[in-house]
Nanobody
């Protein structure tokens, strides 16, 4: 099991950038794929990005591809999400989670150890 704490959210104007961090405690971080999801009020949790344990493979939702970059530093037990050219529709609570099963990358049921989230607000 891994305990995850997200940070880095905030208020930004459309077109701006933010970098989210997810700090992990526990020994399994470096051996696990890690993902970012987001959830806007009244909407279902939505997949954003996934990175493999070594960082060699990365996957993105179509809505963020080309604007967001997922990365990790296993020496620091930290996962990142660099978000550029933010749009109002990117607003929501952003969560990191540990991948626990194969299958569709966008299925929240394939993830565990969810953090509490960090809020991102994008003004137009």
């Amino acid at each position: 099991q891994v305990q995850l704490v997200e940070s880095g959210g905030g208020l930004v104007q459309a077109g701006g950038s933010l970098r989210l961090s997810c700090t992990a405690s526990g020994r399994t971080f470096s051996t696990a794929g890690m993902g970012w999801f987001r959830q806007a009020p009244g909407k279902e949790r939505e997949f954003v990005a996934l990175i493999s344990s070594t960082g060699g493979n990365r996957y993105y939702s179509d809505s963020v591809k080309g604007r967001f970059t997922i990365s990790r530093d296993n020496a620091k037990n930290t996962l990142y999400l660099q978000m550029n050219n933010l749009k109002p529709e990117d607003a929501g609570n952003y969560y990191c989670a540990r991948r626990i099963a194969t299958g569709p990358t966008d299925d929240p049921l394939k993830y565990s150890d969810w953090g509490q989230g960090t809020q991102v607000t994008v003004s137009s």
